[in-house]
């Protein structure tokens, strides 16, 4: 078996609806530019208030993917 190693970025994912969504949005736009995403880790959970009293959830989560 060969070893293997993975490399990790940091994403802020924000949505209108949720936390989960804020997260789903992340990991959906990297896995726009990224191959082998292995998993995710959730960093900082935050949010936006908006002048018309809307609420963004934001999520900072670290994507690792498989060096290859």
Same mark, same amino acid.
């Given at each position: 078996?060969?070893?293997?190693?993975?490399?990790?970025?940091?994403?802020?994912?924000?949505?209108?609806?949720?936390?989960?969504?804020?997260?789903?949005? #992340?990991?959906?736009?990297?896995? /726009?530019?990224?191959? +082998? %995403? #292995?998993?995710?880790?959730?960093? /900082?959970?935050?949010? +936006? %208030?908006?002048?018309?009293?809307?609420? /963004?959830?934001?999520?900072?989560?670290?994507?690792?993917?498989?060096?290859?």
């Amino acid at each position: 078996m060969a070893d293997r190693v993975f490399k990790k970025i940091s994403v802020t994912g924000c949505s209108t609806e949720s936390y989960e969504k804020a997260i789903e949005a #992340a990991v959906e736009k990297a896995s /726009e530019s990224l191959r +082998g %995403l #292995a998993w995710f880790e959730v960093k /900082e959970f935050r949010g +936006g %208030l908006g002048s018309n009293g809307n609420i /963004e959830w934001q999520a900072t989560i670290d994507v690792a993917f498989k060096i290859d």
